[in-house]
């Protein structure tokens, strides 16, 4: 019987039996359950037929072709290819995070398609975002402006950058902003550690390290100097002062 109802199954779909003496698809797939994480989708379903559903535990050839492919894409890709024999759940692994794939799942007898493939859409879960590049940092005087470059692998639904000023171990200040720019005001003229990440709504990038130091500019150094040299000049000179009126 099994083998019949397998023979039934492949004339169906070649067109030689009647459809007036058989349902229009000898096979029907049902999705029961879904499962991703942010690099793979797992799918389980019921698999039921009209002339064949007694037999279906034992047509040894059955097997399924799984595949899930990108949803702006036409086609799918053999990488991310899975096929279940003799079972009703597939694992497709190799996916990348926060992105949509349209997935597949196509009955087969010995290795010749049985019906058109169930389709279904599905989103793999958030995944950390992709590091950061080109960070730079200058200072001048007692302030420090940062610049990065645009992440191109978010893996999430937001896009926030973070920036981390730290005194040794210490935190001293922490800005957030839409776009990787940012200014460290009223600092101390000292060394520090700056750290960037970008944040998309559940996790942060590896974060970019830079060591920065302020030095004051050589104009308030010049003052500065001046300053103590007429300081003292004038101390010399009013201490001078005294002398020669004590000798008088």
């Avoid at 279906?56 to 059955?62: I, V």
């Avoid at 520090?192 to 130091?213: A, C, H, I």
Wanted: aromatic share 8%.
């Amino acid at each position: 019987m099994a083998a019949l109802c397998g023979l039934n199954i492949l004339l169906l779909w070649a067109g030689i039996i009647s459809l007036a003496k058989s349902p229009p698809s000898p096979l029907y797939l049902k999705i029961i359950n879904t499962k991703m994480t942010n690099t793979s989708i797992d799918l389980s379903w019921n698999t039921t037929s009209q002339n064949c559903q007694d037999d279906l535990p034992n047509l040894q050839g059955l097997s399924y072709d799984c595949s899930c492919f990108p949803s702006d894409q036409k086609h799918s890709n053999e990488v991310n290819k899975h096929k279940q024999a003799n079972g009703e759940t597939c694992h497709v692994a190799g996916l990348e995070p926060y992105t949509s794939y349209t997935c597949e799942i196509q009955p087969t007898y010995h290795n010749k398609k049985v019906r058109q493939p169930t389709v279904v859409q599905q989103r793999t879960e958030i995944g950390i975002p992709g590091d950061i590049t080109g960070v730079m940092a200058v200072s001048e005087h007692n302030v420090i402006r940062v610049t990065c470059t645009r992440t191109n692998r978010l893996n999430g639904p937001e896009e926030q950058y973070i920036a981390r000023l730290y005194d040794v171990s210490v935190r001293l200040k922490e800005l957030k902003a839409n776009n990787c720019e940012f200014e460290f005001k009223d600092l101390n003229y000292s060394s520090y550690r700056l750290e960037v990440t970008v944040f998309n709504g559940k996790f942060e990038s590896k974060p970019k390290t830079q060591d920065v130091v302020t030095h004051q500019s050589f104009k308030g150094v010049f003052i500065m100097v001046f300053f103590a040299i007429f300081t003292i000049t004038l101390a010399v000179a009013v201490y001078v002062t005294k002398c020669r009126k004590s000798m008088m």
